[in-house]
């Protein structure tokens, strides 16, 4: 999905020079990573049209994020950062660009992170933060998205998973950006890290893995949810680099995903890198794949919406957007 | 995707029913298969709206469609039906819900077919058909869109590899609706077809992959272009139902489409069956897989147009359509 070149475009090649010039992760400790993370920020602004508030009202710890059309429609967002690093500094923009394109309200849970707090924390974090929602009526769950990147990915489905085995309620979509629903790394593309990825460190990887874990198994599946139950989750959207280290992780999620019963929509992208929309402001392509989320979303709340009725009468001509 | 049932909605079990009741195909003859999949042009009526012109002009032989709402830019369409049966008469409707869906102009090729004419025919003609579309300015190739279902879906891919071979201009996009693109018929979905496939017919597939190669191998890049080099090719949209004997190689020719740099939005539907669009009228969700295949065009198309400029200036909040 390549465009002219023009001086100053958002290219991926200026972007690999930008992820080339930042120090290795095996030299950061935890909270220098940390930190790094958060600084964006600094370096990405939310636009001013978007209200940010600051939540802390039990269990729910966060940002909301208002964009200037948003309706009565909400996301959940579950930032990456391998359950070790990330917070709202790190994801604000994105949210707030996810916000502005889907015209939903943003909440960006600050969920407990490991190795402070391991597994299954975050997790447990995700389900009470979808509780709060609904309990206080600041949405329903046929308004509802969940969407979250890397370990965020990973974590919604999870998430959905506990959702469903509580009984509560399925939100009407998910997104899920270079989930990371594997923490044994065993893919191919995974495991083998060629070409080595330029945003992702293999060793750093595995050491969040066990942070997040201890000693259990990098297969259970509410950690690793490519190994859980799908049936009975919402549709799905998964975006991910065409050839980053998570790539064959996005293809296996769509695969289980299609083999529950599960509506599953993938995309690959090529000269793109992980989270790809994390980089909005400086990757052309990243705007894109944000445009396509809320193209996804604007589909599945029509689909999910309780007064939708069959659509028989409308002409083809009219059908289009 | 399903939706509330309603007395008369067009349901996967109502369609079950119907596909139950049609007669074995190995015991009808060639003809027999020939005219039933033709017998589509009077269960599926074109919209009046849609005007069909017959089209017989070296060398292009097949239908032009033209919706209402028809803009400059054009598909061509390749039928599906084992590069054995299907015609204008099979697919017009398919065509016609297309075009007006995208608002595209659709040209369905009415390709040669096994086994009086073998590999390469269909492929010839449908690289003859892209350069009559050129040739004569009809379209430019950067507002072609090309699409196919089943054997159709592996004829896009085989034609745009060989347009790339040949040095012609790519078309902007590309659809394969459960594509065909591994005739040795060996990826697990394939191979073991279970549970059965309700449209297609195992032992019929294989006989027909023998019709269009001979004796030539079942891995022939250029009939399986699941094996051949995909690099240069443009976005490419892959629709397949989630549980259907072909969902293995959409899940694969995503794969690889990105493997080669190509970008690639593969959709797995529940609840759906082989090419899920052909039975749009009767299928709620064919229905809504059209609509997905025109966002995607819709994108496509401004992506590759020539005058378009980067959306700098535009506010993220007007950015949604």
């Given amino acids: 999905m390549s465009a002219a070149k023009v001086p100053g475009e958002r290219t991926y090649e200026r972007l690999l020079g930008r992820l080339a010039a930042l120090p290795k992760q095996t030299s950061l400790t935890l909270d ?6 958060d600084s964006a ?3 990405f602004r939310v636009d001013p049209g978007c209200v940010v508030e600051i939540v802390d009202e039990a269990p729910f710890r966060g940002e909301c994020l208002r964009p200037g059309q948003a309706g009565e429609a909400a996301m959940l967002y579950l930032h990456g950062g391998g359950y070790v690093i990330g917070s709202p500094r790190s994801h604000r923009h994105l949210v707030a660009d996810l916000a502005a394109a889907t015209r939903l309200t943003g909440y960006l ?3 407990r992170l490991a190795p402070e707090h391991p597994y299954p924390a975050a997790r447990d974090d995700a389900v009470a933060a979808v509780r709060w929602l609904l309990d206080t009526g600041r949405t329903r769950a046929d308004r509802l998205v969940l969407a979250g990147d890397s370990a965020g990915g990973g974590l919604v489905v999870a998430t959905l998973v506990a959702l469903r085995e509580a009984g ?3 939100p009407a979509a998910a997104i899920c950006l270079s989930p ?15 070409p080595p990825d330029p945003v992702i460190d293999g060793e750093v990887l595995r050491a969040m893995a066990h942070a997040y874990l201890g000693q ?13 139950d799908l049936r009975g989750l919402p549709p799905l959207l998964v975006q991910a680099a065409a050839d980053e280290m998570l790539t064959d992780e996005a293809v296996e999620l769509a695969r289980a995903a299609a083999g529950a019963e599960v509506a599953v929509t993938l995309e690959l992208w090529p000269r793109f ?3 790809g929309p994390w980089y909005a402001r400086v990757l052309d392509d990243g705007r894109r794949a944000i445009d396509h989320a809320a193209r996804f979303v604007s589909a599945a709340l029509e689909l999910a919406s309780p007064g939708r009725a069959p659509r028989l009468s409308r002409r083809l001509s009219a059908r289009r957007r």
């Fill in 109 to 111: 849970l600050d969920y």
């Fill in 180 to 194: 990371w629903v594997d923490l044994s790394c065993s893919l191919p593309s995974c495991a083998s890290n060629r």
């Fill in 168 to 170: 509560l309620p399925m």
């Fill in 32 to 37: 220098e990573l940390r930190t790094q993370y």
């Fill in 273 to 275: 890198v992980h989270v």
């Fill in 216 to 228: 259990r198994s990098p297969r259970t599946p509410g950690a690793s949810p490519l190994f859980a």
């Fill in 41 to 43: 920020e600094r370096a």
